[in-house]
């Protein structure tokens, strides 16, 4: 489980959000507030930016990005909002509450998903044209190996992409499940029922945020670079791999490859005559 720190609640009115700011100001911010922030910049999760705000750093995987995107969804601003808002400040942003996601799993069993799927569910996605991403789900709390994720505005438009990708992906994998979530399950860790999001108070906090942090530049999908999914359709066969999932044979012969027998290491085993 991922739960983010206690959250931090701040009582203002509008006119008391903070205008342009010099770097040493943010180091005399009094209070709870002021803490976290020192904090994030002594750590170089905030630097200082432009126009007297500060700018979030974007957090990297420990390998590579084990996602792949068939469509950035530019708007969303999830390193802010999730990595910094979230984390750092235990708050739901009020662009996260209009966020509902469709995840889809080839097969409701863990065990019994295969990395050949996923590659065939990367290709379904691609063709949908959805904001989306599929991969290996690397987090400790949640159960699938791997997954899809499409990304709705709306409860309603997640319904629709729900009826259209389960559809697709039944075709090749009929036991394949499609389900809405409202946010991210980091949200539901620790603040439990979606239905009661809306009445927290995080508005304040968020709007002097806001003030103060600049917006993440989310790169648009041109920015996905061919190598860039070369290494992680390689981290996905690695991964396949070290479990035991010996289905990435398969999954690269579907794309066009032949694997050599060298590929992984095969020791030599040594017994008594």
């Known amino acids: 489980m ?3 720190r206690r959250s931090l609640i701040l009582k203002m009115e509008p006119g008391d959000l903070p205008g342009h700011l010099q770097f040493n100001d943010f180091y005399n911010i009094p209070g709870e ?12 999760t905030l630097v200082y930016g432009s126009k007297g705000k500060l700018k979030p750093v974007l957090r ?23 990595d910094l808002y979230f984390e750092h400040f235990g708050i739901i942003p009020s662009r996260c509450l ?24 990367r290709d379904i996605l691609h063709k949908t044209g959805f904001p989306c991403k599929c991969g290996v789900d690397v987090r400790k709390y949640t159960p699938n190996r791997y997954s899809g994720f499409i990304y709705g505005d709306s409860l309603e438009q997640a319904f629709n992409y729900r009826a259209i990708i389960e559809r697709c992906v039944r075709r090749y994998f009929p036991r394949a499940t499609a389900n809405v979530k409202r946010g991210c399950t980091e949200f539901e860790d620790k603040f ?5 999001w809306d009445k927290l108070s995080f508005r304040p906090t968020e709007d002097y945020l806001e003030a103060i942090i600049e917006t993440y530049d989310v790169p648009s999908i041109e920015g996905f670079q061919a190598h860039q999914a070369t290494e ?25 490859y032949e694997p050599p027998e060298s590929l992984f290491h095969k020791p030599k085993f040594y017994y008594e005559e």
Do not use: M
């Open 2 to 4: 991922n739960v983010a």
């Open 33 to 44: 507030l002021g803490d976290r922030l020192r904090h994030l910049l002594q750590t170089r």
């Open 60 to 82: 990297g995987y420990d390998s590579v990005n084990p996602w792949w995107y068939a469509k950035v969804f530019t708007d969303r601003d999830c390193v802010k909002l999730k």
């Open 98 to 121: 209009r966020c509902w996601k469709t995840v889809v799993v080839t097969n409701p069993n863990p065990e019994k998903q295969k990395v050949s799927a996923l590659f065939k569910l």
């Open 192 to 196: 439990t029922n979606p239905d009661e």
């Open 232 to 256: 992680t359709f390689r981290f996905w066969i690695e991964y396949a791999h070290g479990i035991g999932d010996l289905s990435w044979r398969e999954a690269l012969k579907s794309q066009g």
